[in-house]
């Protein structure tokens, strides 16, 4: 008697080449007959891939983590049996959040009103460190100190290497049942 239920996907501690389990076929993303596999594709249909005619696909679990399929929390849905993501990306500007990088900063500068000279432009001159109508004098004789905020701006570097994104991993071999109880459709 075979208790597995048809299109049941199971992780075995073993490879291909070692043990194939009987009732069982490697979810290795193979196209395999619809004859020889009926009752499978009766419950997979092309879902995998496959011309749904001689031939459907198996799911290829081969260096892939199954998730559930439909919506998740952040909005982002996987439909049943699409792939999506990948072991490693750059990492680019587009992948941060908005940001800033604040600093402060203190200037000093030198100021005068030696020989009382106003100019409106600060070629060959120095801001005066008295009151006037003019903003800048003909020399310096005194330091005056002003802060103000500076605002820092970062630039892109970087070399555009790939990130590793993998979790922490085993090798293992997943299994479809290709023969067994037919599930009970609702």
Known sequence: MIDEIIGTVVLFPYGPDTIIPENYILCDGSQVSV????????????AFG??????FGIPNLN????????????GIEIPFGKTDGEDAFSLRETNLATH?????????IGGTEKDNADYESPMDAFLRTTPGNETYAASADKLMGVSKSVEILSTSSGEGKKINN????????YY?????????HS
């Open 166 to 173: 993998m979790q922490p991993t085993i090798g293992m071999a």
């Open 100 to 108: 800033t990088h604040p600093g402060s900063g203190e200037a000093f």
């Open 63 to 74: 260096y892939t983590i199954p998730i559930g399929a439909g919506p998740g929390e952040t």
């Open 50 to 55: 496959g011309n749904g005619t001689t031939t």
């Open 176 to 184: 479809i049942c290709h023969r067994g109880k037919r599930p009970v």
């Open 35 to 46: 004859l020889r596999y009926g009752p499978l594709f009766s419950v997979i249909g092309t």
